[in-house]
């Protein structure tokens, strides 16, 4: 609402974002959100600025973010952060998220927010291929917040669905081999306790910014069953009313799970 000049428009958003959050508030919320973050570089672009300014405009949104998940009680909150793919960008590109995510992850560890609220903080993805700082920046953010239970706040870095849904495979079949499992005791359950998310329930919404409208090799298994929900808006400008039209359109859905 802050890019509308307009005294009387802003006060129509203002009495429509306040109803819409009354309505919101007054139904139930889903227990887990995962959200395709995209659209740095492009509103970095679009206000002639560099890209890592973007990504830094995108780290204070997800701030942001965590307080509306807090504020209408959504338990589980997933976000993808950076692709196994992205690693293809520039050296410049990748050199300035790496040293954002360092940053980020011993902010959040040191969050008087996180801590009050007990938020656990987990990175789901290929850790190993992450500069040596990162991961060490990881794990104090993760032991930090390790016995919290309130909230689970689940960041994906350097992160596959297929190769996600690869990982799992491979350990299945390890324990076949082993004489642990046999083939009758696969099941979906059972393979999905070897996935990154194995104690988290599925997404219930799957939001993604900026105007496409694909999945892009986010949670493939975990989504059989989410609702989906896309925007135009960049992720940057993600503004809480677009969150909140977000989990109201959730809300008012019937879910058939497939029937």
Known sequence: MSGIKSPILWRIYRVYGNRLAKAVKAD???????????GNRRFAEELGLDHGKGHQEGRNKLEELLGWCLELGIKNLTVYAFSTENFARTDDEVRGLMALFEKSFRDVGDDERVHKNKIRIRVLGQRDLLPSEVQKAISYAEEKTKDYTNYSFNICVAYGGRE?????????????????LSLDDIDEKLF??????????????????S??????NFLLWQLAYS???FTDVYWPGLRKIDFLRAIRSYQQRKRRMGA
């Open 192 to 209: 999905a306790q070897h996935l990154y998310t194995a104690d988290l329930p599925d997404p219930d919404l799957i939001l993604r910014t």
């Open 227 to 229: 609702e989906l929900y």
């Open 28 to 38: 139930k919320v889903p227990a887990h959100v995962a959200i395709i973050m995209d």
């Open 164 to 180: 996600e849904i690869l990982v799992a495979l491979r350990a299945v079949a390890a324990k076949v081999k082993s004489g642990e």
């Open 211 to 216: 105007g496409e409208e694909r999945i892009s």
